[in-house]
């Protein structure tokens, strides 16, 4: 299996630019996961789905900031506008649902937001 | 939510055993305590979990203390790539993963 995709790898944009992040769990996996890193607020959950369904965005950390899961394969984080206090590494995970079930994790999306 | 407590820090040799210690005081009959480790410039990697026996992997062991307020992650024999920062987790009987600062491990050669 490939591990969980995620692209760009990379992201330069300008503020007030709108910025997709993609992800592809590993397939069978019905659990996905979107994650924050910075210096200042270490790793965060931003939002996860079971089964495509958005079961907790409290993390979200607003209205600019949107998740979907169309399909199983598939899921996007857009930022719109873009600010530079969003630039960050941002990951995805999948898993089987469960609270004992271990999440693999994606190797990021570096986003710089200038 | 059920915190956990780690050191900031640790060192070890090269070759010699890594016990990390996590306190979680206020854990709940049904958390799980997870360990996940983050090498750098990678995203994090799953170690080890446990409810409430020890448990062994290829990885690592797990000690989990009697009344469950406390739990050592074990590497047997470190190497430097087990140089990372080591996160440990409680669920609260979901499957939402909070990180901490995690300890953060030097392997010294």
């Known amino acids: 299996d490939a591990g969980v995709i995620q692209s760009p790898r990379h992201e330069v944009t300008e503020m007030g630019q709108e910025v997709t992040l993609r992800c592809k769990p590993i397939?069978?996996?019905?659990?996905l996961f979107w994650y924050r890193q910075t210096m200042m607020r270490g790793l965060e959950l931003l939002i996860y789905f079971n089964n495509n369904v958005p079961i907790d965005d409290s993390g979200m950390p607003e209205d600019r900031f949107s998740a979907k899961m169309p399909n199983a394969s598939f899921s996007t984080l857009k930022i719109q506008p873009s600010e530079p206090r969003d630039s960050a590494v941002y990951f995805c995970?999948?898993?089987?649902?469960?609270?004992?079930?271990?999440?693999?994790f994606g190797p990021g999306t570096r986003l710089t937001v200038l | 939510d059920a915190k956990t407590t780690q050191p900031n820090s640790m060192e070890s040799n090269e070759e010699e055993p890594v016990h990390l210690p996590c306190n979680h005081s206020?854990?709940?009959?049904?958390?799980?305590i997870h360990w996940y480790r983050q090498l750098p410039s990678q995203g994090p990697e799953y170690v080890i979990h446990g409810l409430t026996s020890n448990v062994n992997n290829r990885m690592a062991s797990l000690a989990i203390a009697e009344d469950r307020k406390s739990s050592t992650l074990i590497l047997h024999r470190a190497t430097l790539r087990d140089a990372a920062v080591y996160y440990c987790?409680?669920?609260?009987?979901?499957?939402?993963?909070?990180f901490g600062t995690g300890t953060r491990l030097t392997i010294i050669p």
């Open positions: 995970a999948s898993s089987l649902s469960g609270a004992g079930n271990e999440q693999f």
């Open positions: 987790i409680l669920t609260f009987g979901n499957e939402k993963l909070t």
């Open positions: 397939s069978g996996h019905n659990s």
């Open positions: 206020t854990i709940s009959g049904t958390d799980y």
